[in-house]
């Protein structure tokens, strides 16, 4: 699982990867509010993990502005004892969770945890990007007519969407959609991502999603 | 002899036309297997619109009952519907038969891109062809109207099934039927959509 780190402290910083790292999350660390946006706009991550007072921007902006891009990815924020506004201004803002300084290592792996066990459970949720609207719950995809989607379809429609205009991998697509069938040939993906596509073509979809001809997958906007 | 078909005397060249169209389309098919080994549809069926369908769409129309209202007004006279395996097959057969000589397309409907509210999906095309016959505005050469309807076997049993809640009455639940139908239209176009990309994947691979 991909995790996104932004600490300014470098030593909790390299301490907090370390831990994770160590958990089996692939950690990305930065160091201020505007290269967490930035890092969210250009990959996929499964779960963020934000300190609030951070230079440049803060974390409070650096979620406001990472969910106007209508990125749901969930984020746990860490915060002084002291600094309940933040708190209460953090959850507004688009944050999952919250966890105050200092604290246990075992309890920030536990509230990790139980953000993306969240992610993964299928929701019962209508997404859209450009003109598009997934039905997640009812394997239905529609813009100028609709159309069913298979599970696993709607599945990687759903992680796409989630995850719009940002180049993804065929093993990071294979690891979440595929995940409960590791024996399956990741050729999948390339399959899936074509039923996708003409399935778009036949509602008139205003997006598509492209390839970068290095096994990348982006949707995007027509 | 007095003839009272609606279509007047003009009813003897409509099979003629319907055949001559039939002959194009199939010679089209001839010529895509020889190109590509495979056909442009999967079967084909032809029809004059009877007596008594062609009268009452006159008068649900609130057209006179005569042959200028029959061959001119109402553009369906002569039918033809394609059914064909694949979703691109019927594009295919869209771009030969734009390329008939003789035949103009005057309308376009693509009820598979803007599918109808209840589920219908389905390719129409409006022909204008020039025949021999003098027509129903008196012209020598004429020219005379023809449907065609273009759709994967999906969409045609489909729209069969269609028909049948459509034309019968008093049906219980027809509300919470049609609900399913439209449901099953979208899992069919899904299939039909499955299928074209399958056969994309084997022809590129």
């Known amino acids: 699982m991909k995790l996104l780190l932004a600490e300014d402290e470098k030593d909790l910083s390299r301490a907090l990867a370390a831990v994770l790292g160590h958990s089996g999350y692939e950690v990305t660390a930065v160091y201020d509010g505007e290269a ?45 004892k002291s600094e309940v506004d933040d708190r209460i201004a953090g959850l507004d803002a688009g944050a999952d969770d919250y966890l105050t300084k200092p604290f246990a290592m075992g309890e920030l792996l536990a509230r990790v945890r139980s953000l993306t066990r969240r992610s993964t459970v299928y929701g019962a949720r209508e997404l859209r990007f450009g003109s ?59 399959v899936y991502v074509s039923f996708l596509k003409n399935k778009l073509l036949s509602i008139d979809a205003d997006i598509t999603i492209d390839a970068d001809g290095r096994g990348s997958y982006i949707l995007t906007e027509i | 002899m007095p003839n009272d078909s609606i279509y007047g005397k003009y009813e003897a060249f409509l099979p003629l036309v319907l055949e001559e169209l039939s002959n194009k389309i199939r010679q089209a098919d001839a010529i895509y297997r020889i190109q590509t080994g495979d056909p442009l549809f999967e079967h ?14 006159c008068r649900r129309k609130g057209w006179p009952e005569t042959a200028h209202s029959a061959l001119y007004e109402m553009k369906d006279a002569i039918g ?27 309308e376009e409907k693509d009820y598979i891109k803007k599918v109808k509210p209840n589920g219908y999906r389905s390719y129409h095309l ?29 969409m045609d049993s489909w729209a069969a099934l269609e028909h049948q809640l459509r034309y019968k009455k008093n049906i219980s639940n027809s509300e919470l039927i049609g609900a399913e139908l439209k449901r099953c ?15 994309e994947l084997i022809r590129n691979a």
Not at chain 1, 55 to 72: C, F, H, Q, W, Y
Not at chain 2, 44 to 57: G, H, L, M, V
């Open chain 2, 44 to 57: 084909i069926n032809t029809r004059i619109k009877s007596e008594e369908s062609a009268r009452e769409k």
């Open chain 2, 80 to 106: 033809v519907r394609l059914v064909c395996s694949f979703l691109e097959d019927i594009f295919e057969t869209v771009r030969a038969i734009r390329g008939f000589s003789g035949v103009r397309i005057v």
């Open chain 1, 36 to 80: 967490a946006v930035e890092a969210a706009k250009k990959n996929a991550y499964d779960v963020m993990v934000f300190d609030i007072m951070m230079p440049k921007m803060t974390g409070l902006e650096a979620v406001r502005a990472i969910r106007t891009n209508s990125d749901m990815t969930p984020v746990l924020f860490l915060t002084a």
């Open chain 1, 132 to 190: 598009v609207i997934l039905d997640a719950e009812h394997l239905e995809m529609k813009r100028e007519n609709s159309i069913r989607l298979a599970n696993k379809e709607a599945h990687l429609m759903e992680y796409l969407m989630l995850n719009p205009n940002k180049y993804i991998g065929t093993d990071e697509l294979f690891n979440h959609i595929w995940s409960d069938e590791p024996q399956t040939d990741k050729g999948i993906v390339f």
């Open chain 2, 126 to 154: 409006i022909l204008e062809i020039e025949t021999p016959f003098e027509d129903v505005l008196g012209r020598v050469p004429g020219r005379y109207y023809a449907e065609i309807q273009l759709r994967t076997i999906a």
């Open chain 2, 185 to 199: 239209a979208d899992e069919l176009a899904a299939c039909d959509v499955s299928m074209q990309t399958i056969r």
